[in-house]
């Protein structure tokens, strides 16, 4: 069945346009794809659900068809509008996500005396259930994400191994994305999620809180490590890539003594210790680091 159907008239932040034609063979393909990708990646990244201007600027779509490709998604239940209206920003999220938010909502006390047995039983075995692909997807974020998704998946992992005092600085730029304790030296990790190497920024950032350690906080130099965590083109397949430091980034960290793992290196550590890898050795394996070439 054909769907090159012309819609007049969109209805565009309270204004009127001309006629859009939308689910012809071009604009259900790739843009649809682009589209659904923009959702997905702006609430990964942000932790917001994103607005049509948005998905406008990661796409590159003009706002008129992107208007009308999401009202279509909509429709087909691939996207979700959870606020909108005339005059108001359209505001979207996955379909199966809002489905997830719906399931966990609120119920009265009282449902306790009206709930199935059964069904109490099927809850705790999802929530435990849960709670276990929840840790599998944040060690899988190692892999593809950026920004505060990646800082979240980097300290958990270092959690999970068992090093002391981990902290995600999310809410705090006047500290590294993560600190850690091993042996009573303290770490200090900058973190980095990019579609290409990484270059001497980072190291240069990493060795400013170095440096304001020693300054600021009277810390020795033996007290202190710098580590620069990489997930470098991460939009490729792990053995696909290329080599995580450009000739800058690596002469950069050697000058400075900062240390440097990617996050693919973290991940391949995590699934040792699933297959027998002690914890002890693995920490000694993530503070050793990778060879910076």
């Given at each position: 069945?054909?769907?090159?159907?012309?819609?007049?008239?969109?209805?565009?932040?309270?204004?009127?346009?001309?006629?859009?034609?939308?689910?012809?063979?071009?604009?259900?393909?790739?843009?649809?794809?682009?589209?659904?990708?923009?959702?997905?990646?702006?609430?990964?990244?942000?932790?917001?659900?994103?607005?049509?201007?948005?998905?406008?600027?990661?796409?590159?779509?003009?706002?008129?068809?992107?208007?009308?490709?999401c009202?279509?998604?909509?429709?087909?239940?691939?996207?979700?509008?959870?606020?909108?209206?005339?005059?108001?920003?359209?505001?979207?999220?996955?379909?199966?996500?809002?489905?997830?938010?719906?399931?966990?909502?609120?119920?009265?006390?009282?449902?306790?005396?009206h709930?199935?047995?059964?069904?109490?039983?099927?809850?705790?075995?999802?929530?435990?259930?849960?709670?276990?692909?929840?840790?599998?997807?944040?060690?899988?974020?190692?892999?593809?994400?950026?920004?505060?998704?990646?800082?979240?998946?980097?300290?958990?992992?270092?959690?999970?191994?068992?090093?002391?005092?981990?902290?995600?600085?999310?809410?705090?730029k006047d500290?590294?994305?993560?600190?850690?304790?091993?042996?009573s030296?303290?770490?200090?990790?900058?973190i980095?999620?990019?579609?290409?190497?990484?270059?001497?920024?980072?190291?240069?950032?990493?060795?400013?809180?170095?440096t304001?350690?020693i300054?600021?906080?009277n810390?020795?130099a033996?007290?202190?490590?710098?580590?620069?965590?990489?997930?470098?083109?991460?939009?490729?397949?792990?053995?696909?890539?290329?080599?995580?430091?450009?000739?800058?980034g690596k002469?950069?960290?050697?000058?400075?003594?900062?240390?440097f793992?990617?996050t693919?290196?973290l991940?391949?550590?995590?699934?040792?210790?699933?297959?027998?890898?002690?914890?002890?050795?693995?920490?000694?394996?993530?503070?050793?680091g990778?060879?910076?070439?």
């Open positions: 069945m054909r769907h090159d159907k012309i819609k007049s008239k969109v209805d565009i932040d309270g204004k009127r346009v001309g006629q859009v034609k939308i689910g012809s063979k071009s604009s259900s393909g790739e843009e649809y794809k682009k589209v659904m990708d923009s959702v997905r990646d702006h609430i990964f990244q942000t932790h917001n659900f994103p607005q049509l201007t948005d998905i406008v600027n990661l796409t590159g779509i003009p706002k008129y068809r992107c208007k009308a490709i009202d279509q998604l909509v429709g087909q239940k691939q996207l979700y509008e959870v606020f909108g209206g005339k005059g108001l920003p359209t505001v979207v999220l996955p379909y199966d996500m809002m489905q997830v938010v719906l399931r966990t909502q609120a119920k009265p006390k009282w449902m306790v005396k709930s199935f047995e059964e069904k109490g039983k099927l809850d705790k075995e999802i929530e435990k259930l849960s709670s276990k692909v929840a840790e599998y997807d944040m060690f899988e974020r190692l892999l593809y994400t950026t920004d505060i998704p990646l800082e979240e998946a980097v300290a958990f992992a270092l959690g999970w191994l068992g090093f002391q005092d981990v902290k995600h600085h999310k809410e705090d500290n590294p994305d993560v600190t850690f304790k091993y042996e030296i303290k770490a200090l990790v900058e980095e999620g990019i579609t290409k190497a990484s270059d001497k920024n980072k190291a240069l950032q990493l060795d400013g809180w170095m304001r350690e300054m600021d906080f810390r020795k033996s007290e202190l490590k710098g580590f620069l965590i990489v997930n470098h083109f991460r939009e490729m397949e792990p053995e696909k890539r290329d080599d995580p430091l450009t000739t800058h002469e950069f960290l050697k000058l400075k003594q900062s240390y793992f990617t693919c290196f991940f391949n550590i995590v699934k040792d210790v699933m297959d027998g890898l002690s914890k002890e050795e693995a920490r000694k394996k993530v503070w050793e990778e060879k910076i070439g």
